[in-house]
């Protein structure tokens, strides 16, 4: 067990403020404890950086999403996923930092071999771009949840070659 909070309170040009208790954030998916049973009846998992995405995509039925509480994406989650699902959305913010999260996860997923052909055992990693500045709270809370599933088929349909 770990502990995150934010400050909801932003300063004048400032960011908001994050304070994790000092944990190793690669060992954890946070809301997995709540998650876990939609994951194992679906068989997928989404995959998000923050805490507030988690609650908003739960909030609008996509109880399958879990948290990597930042932008890192760790060999030892995947093998925590690899437990409970066979395809894995990545959807991080659709900031430059998170594009390159998510190229980052699709290379580890390459490296080491983690990424299923139809008929084999392994999991297939999805990745789903949002719109420039656009994260997925934002997203389905404009679009609606009929919308971010159309984002993760479209998503799944479209083959990503990773160099």
């Known amino acids: 067990m770990a502990l995150s909070t934010r400050s909801l309170q932003i300063p004048k040009g400032g960011k908001s403020h994050f ?3 000092s944990f190793d954030k ?3 998916l946070y809301g997995l404890c709540y998650a876990r049973d939609k994951i194992l009846m679906s068989r997928k998992a989404i995959i998000v950086e923050g805490e507030f995405d988690v609650a908003t995509l739960h909030s609008n039925d996509f109880k399958m999403t879990i948290g990597v509480c930042g932008s890192s994406f760790s060999l030892i989650q995947a093998g925590l996923l690899s437990r409970y699902c ?4 990545v959807v991080f913010d659709g900031d430059d930092s998170g594009k390159k999260s998510i190229k980052r996860v699709m290379e580890l997923v390459k490296k080491n071999r983690l990424e299923s052909n139809l008929d084999e055992c392994g999991m297939n990693y999805v990745p789903v771009y ?3 500045g656009v994260d997925p709270d934002s997203y389905v809370l404009r679009k609606g949840s009929k919308g971010f599933r159309e984002l993760l088929v479209n998503s799944r349909n479209k083959k990503v070659v990773i160099n």
């Open 86 to 89: 066979s395809e894995v959305f």
């Open 26 to 28: 690669s060992l954890y």
């Open 19 to 21: 304070w994790h208790e």
């Open 130 to 132: 949002l719109p420039d």
